[in-house]
């Protein structure tokens, strides 16, 4: 089991905390590609205030060639988004994160975590 920390924007960091996230979607590359599951994900909000994280366990691990794929296997408030929003508006929200550029070069993955709670 290793440890890993990542950065979310507050709004996710907020869901994820709530326990309503219980996905979370990165690029691929070589470090995101060492996660496995059972090994412990740090989330720290973005801009980072050195006050607040929240720990996952990762439970699953799915990779995708595109965003759009990955997002018709998942419901909506599981990746963060609002019950009810199409396929097509959560891939232009990761647009506004990642480029389509960044997308076709390695593919994506979806992490299922399940938030581990602090006393």
């Known amino acids: 089991m290793q440890e890993w920390q990542l950065h979310l924007y507050q709004d996710q960091f907020d869901l994820l905390k709530a326990g309503t996230k219980t996905v979370e979607i990165r690029l691929r590359n070589s470090d995101i590609d060492k996660v ?23 439970t699953d691990i799915n990779t995708f060639d595109t965003f759009e794929q990955g997002l018709r296997h998942f419901p909506p408030t599981a990746v963060g988004s609002p019950a009810g929003t199409s396929v097509a508006d959560m891939v232009q929200a990761m647009y506004k994160i990642y480029t389509p550029e960044q997308e076709a070069m390695k593919g994506v993955v979806f992490f299922t975590v399940n938030r581990i709670m602090s006393n």
């Open 36 to 58: 496995q599951p059972m090994d412990i994900i740090h989330f720290v909000p973005a801009p980072e205030d050195g006050k607040h994280e929240v720990a996952a366990v990762v």
